[in-house]
């Protein structure tokens, strides 16, 4: 790759970074917004579960039909129009109005963001199809989601001072400033992929999709649900303001972006075989979370532990969004793996926002996090085969006996 291309792959690199980025600001503000919105009178904790829920629902939906559109048609395009319309939602939240327009607004803010990844790693990887970088340039580009939530739980945490209607208008309007930077993004050379309906429903059929899929919805269930009901967890435990929940909230994101950096690392370890480095991380999340269902563990103690658990979570994210739909890159898929599995963990985040908000109301959050531990190990056993798969296929078939002393 010459000098030229190599600048031009990395400015696109950074532009998508920077705009994935952009959408957790307008996503986890609802995260710390949601308390004021229960004190305030706008919504019932029920309505806010419910928000969560339509939130993952569409997302989960927009994701595999946007995964097979995303390699079909202009990856800028639906960049820079999925970014104007969650500037949009979330601008017209900060107005305030009923409920039920706050969930309508929500959910179209749920399905713009479902039409940004698979193009953003699609243009990640055409800028980078003839490089030996390519791999990394994809966990590059999984960082976003960390340095977004990180963002959005700093933001969002001094915007509590402006007041509620901040909480919305700074992130769609922050948005709005990089749609317009977007539009600077090269339009891609690649052919579209036709779209093949027999090519897709093959993927149902191919193992190492099947032991996947469980496994995504899992790490969906827990990943943004974790982020969504901390608040509420060391407000109601703890006894403490909204200001200083926030301050240990802050540390998951932090934990999360620290996930992504130490991947490659990870990844090494486990001779490149980013299912295995997903196992072993549901592993350290199921130690993460035991304490919590045996002991009354200190403030400090509780959001550490927790902060540990996302950090795993984020691990698993890379591999299963970032690093694995590389695999279909040959065949014009990624975008389409991509889309399955994050709709998966979607269907799981949707399944887990609503069912959660029954569980903390009748039995505290104790059981949500046993919830946690029994999907985690569920999670283990079902990429179990491929693990041993992959083991047996490094062994030599046979052994020649003219060569055994």
């Known amino acids: 790759m010459n000098k030229s291309l190599r600048i031009s792959s990395r400015q696109i690199l950074v532009l998508c970074t920077i705009a994935y980025a952009s959408i957790y600001i307008a996503r986890h503000n609802l995260s710390i917004a949601s308390p004021l919105l229960t004190s305030d009178g706008y919504m019932t904790v029920m309505e806010i579960g419910l928000m969560g829920s339509i939130f993952f629902v569409i997302y989960a939906a927009g994701r595999f039909v946007n995964g097979y559109i995303g390699d079909m048609l202009s990856p800028k395009r639906l960049l820079?129009?999925?970014?104007?319309?969650?500037?949009?939602?979330?601008?017209?939240?900060?107005?305030?109005?009923?409920?039920?327009?706050?969930?309508?607004?929500?959910?179209?803010?749920?399905?713009?963001?479902?039409?940004?990844?698979?193009?953003?790693?699609?243009?990640?990887?055409?800028?980078?199809?003839?490089?030996?970088?390519?791999?990394?340039?994809?966990?590059?580009?999984?960082?976003?989601?960390?340095?977004?939530?990180?963002?959005?739980?700093?933001?969002?945490?001094?915007?509590?001072?402006?007041?509620?209607?901040s909480l919305f208008a700074v992130p769609g309007l922050i948005v709005a400033g990089i749609c317009l930077l977007m539009t600077q993004l090269p339009n891609s050379e690649n052919r579209p992929v036709q779209f093949n309906l027999r090519q897709t429903l093959l993927l149902f059929k191919k193992k190492g999709i099947i032991c996947m899929l469980f496994p995504s919805f899992a790490h969906g269930m827990i990943k943004e649900n974790l982020v969504l009901w901390a608040p509420l967890l060391f407000l109601s435990i703890y006894g403490i303001d909204l200001t200083s929940a926030a301050l240990f909230v802050f540390m998951m994101p932090a934990a999360m972006l620290l996930g992504r950096l130490i991947y490659p690392l990870a990844e090494r370890l486990c001779s490149g075989d980013e299912r295995l480095v997903s196992m072993l991380a549901f592993g350290f999340c199921i130690l993460c979370l035991i304490p919590f269902v045996f002991l009354n563990l200190p403030l400090a103690l509780a959001a550490t532990l927790l902060a540990l658990a996302m950090l795993g979570i984020s691990i698993i994210n890379v591999a299963f969004m970032a690093v694995y739909p590389i695999r279909y890159g040959k065949s014009g898929q990624i975008s389409m793996v991509a889309g399955l599995l994050d709709s998966i963990s979607y269907v799981g985040s949707a399944a887990g926002s609503a069912l959660f908000a029954w569980i903390i109301i009748q039995f505290g959050y104790a059981l949500m996090l046993g919830i946690y531990i029994i999907i985690c190990l569920v999670s283990i056993g079902s990429m179990l085969p491929l693990i041993i798969e992959n083991i047996k296929q490094r062994r030599p078939l046979y052994v020649n006996k003219k060569n055994v002393d």
Request: charged share 5%.
């Open 80 to 165: 820079v129009g999925g970014l104007a319309l969650v500037a949009t939602t979330n601008v017209g939240i900060s107005f305030l109005p009923p409920a039920p327009n706050i969930l309508s607004l929500w959910g179209i803010n749920a399905l713009a963001q479902s039409m940004l990844w698979g193009p953003s790693l699609r243009m990640v990887n055409e800028a980078y199809i003839n490089s030996p970088h390519s791999r990394l340039a994809a966990i590059v580009l999984s960082t976003s989601i960390g340095i977004g939530s990180l963002l959005a739980i700093g933001l969002s945490s001094l915007l509590v001072k402006v007041g509620l209607w």
